[in-house]
């Protein structure tokens, strides 16, 4: 009997397990799915708990019930792997074997990496919502809050989801409005890029939302310390950012077990090639997901397109034969901006989001790059598709490359 292991039964690993189950003829294939706790977290809803439009159970559901049947789930957490002899040690002492392994371990936010960031001030005047638990305290926090200088943050790229801030930012103006607070408060986006977002186009349709709503922009801002006393933060040119409030987004770090085993960049995350998502150095090894170094944003959509084209590449590899489809790094998020409307991006390793129509020429119904009604449902109906499409690895009917159709050609929409 052979062995495929997947470490991380997040979004990606889940995705994995599901689509390759009706794939490998079980009398040859035992699979084992392995997370280090019971429950499967949707982590996109993460942005609306602060501003009580999700609640925390909404997010929340068990992981087996995603799990198929003939794929063993196993609880505990991953030491290491031991890629010469084919093996996984759990901290419990139990030791997993495998002849394919993928890696879906995912990123996690590390405000221990910056100076300051996880002191004293931590959920008291310094919040993250990349997290269940820092979504709950920035909730309570906002709550009783009567203004000040609310700073949205971002320490480093790349993360997941890197338009999520942004939205942080479009929504806390929507809802201090709503409140009556908006005149007393001074909302301040700060980046180490050097706009909006990282591509010139939707970075100069993102730069100019931000303009409209008074949230003033801070550029080129790398932080090198939070100064506590003074509520600062400060970069390595020693500029200096004050805040009443600080919303960040810590520095995104893969697991601590893949750089323990040799098999990271700086960021924990695994080299892979970008279209067939192989490790660069052991053809018993992939990564999909976060876990992944791709070009691209990390982001469920890209796991999910890259998964489809991973499992048709996966069952020729493990017959020998060569890996003929080609992820191009497919990415599309909803970009939520606030008063009930959203933007949609859709984009790849070449192609920068461009304005248009998706997923069909003229007709839509998502607009890209232009804040609709339409999109803003679409984002709200993201967190029903993820549970039950996404997940259980079904396919949705959109290819998982990217496609020209309904967008306007870069030359037009400079
Ligand atoms: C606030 C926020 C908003 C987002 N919005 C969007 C969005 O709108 N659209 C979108 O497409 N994406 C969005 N994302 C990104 C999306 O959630 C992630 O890209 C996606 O979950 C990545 O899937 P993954 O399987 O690679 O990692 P994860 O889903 O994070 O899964 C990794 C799994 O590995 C497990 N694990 C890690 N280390 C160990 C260990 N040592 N031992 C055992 N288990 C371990 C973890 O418990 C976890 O279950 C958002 C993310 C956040 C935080």
Redesign the pocket.
């Known amino acids: 009997m052979k062995r495929l292991l997947v ?7 889940t995705m994995v397990v599901n689509t390759l189950r009706p794939r490998l003829d079980p009398r040859e294939w035992h699979i084992q799915i ?4 019971a429950a499967h977290h949707y ?2 809803g ?2 609306f708990i602060p501003f009580g439009t999700y609640t925390p159970d909404e997010v929340v559901r068990p992981r087996s019930r995603f799990i198929p049947d003939g794929v063993e789930l196993v609880t ?3 030491d290491e792997v031991r890629p010469d002899a084919r093996e996984v040690g759990l901290a419990d002492g139990a030791v997993l074997d495998y002849d394919q392994l993928v890696i ?3 990123v996690t936010p590390r405000p221990d990496q910056t100076p300051g960031m996880l002191g004293p001030e931590w959920r008291r005047s310094i919040f993250d ?2 997290t269940l638990g820092g979504a709950v305290a920035l909730r309570d926090a906002l709550a009783g809050w009567q203004g000040g200088r609310l700073v949205v943050h971002i320490t480093e790229l790349p993360m ?2 890197p338009v ?1 801030p942004l939205e942080f930012a479009f929504l806390a103006d929507a809802h201090l409005r709503r409140r009556g607070l908006r005149d007393r408060v001074e909302l301040v986006f700060v980046t180490p890029l050097d706009g909006a977002f990282t591509k010139p186009i939707a970075s100069a349709r993102l730069g100019g939302m931000l303009e409209k709503r008074g949230i003033a922009l801070e550029t080129d801002f790398m932080v090198e310390r939070v100064e506590l006393d003074t509520r600062t933060l400060v970069s390595y040119d020693e500029r200096e950012i004050p805040f009443d409030l600080l919303v960040t987004t810590p520095v995104n770090m893969g ?1 601590d ?1 893949v750089a323990r085993s040799g098999l990271g960049d700086e960021l924990n995350c695994v080299p892979v090639d970008r279209h067939t998502l192989l490790s660069t150095r052991y053809d018993t090894i992939f990564a ?4 992944a170094d791709l070009p691209t944003s ?6 999910h397109f890259s998964i489809e084209l991973f499992a048709d590449n996966f069952v020729r590899h493990i017959r020998g034969e060569d890996m003929t489809e080609a992820f191009d790094g497919h990415a599309n ?2 970009v939520e901006a606030g008063d009930g409307k959203a933007l949609l991006l859709d984009f790849n390793y070449d192609t920068q989001p461009l304005p248009g129509k998706y997923p069909l020429p003229v007709v839509g119904p998502f607009s890209l790059l232009d804040a609709s009604t339409v999109n803003h449902w679409g984002k709200h109906a ?1 967190k029903w598709a993820y549970w039950n499409v996404l997940l259980p690895g079904r396919r949705l009917p959109l290819p998982a490359r990217m496609t020209m159709a309904g967008k306007i050609h870069e030359e037009v929409a400079r």
Do not use: H, N
């Open positions: 470490l991380g039964a997040g979004t990606a690993g392995v997370d280090q706790d982590q996109p993460y942005l505990g957490q991953i879906a371990t995912g919502f990349y997941k989801c999520a697991a077990f999909v997901g976060d876990a990390k982001a469920g959509s890209t796991a998020c909803f993201f």
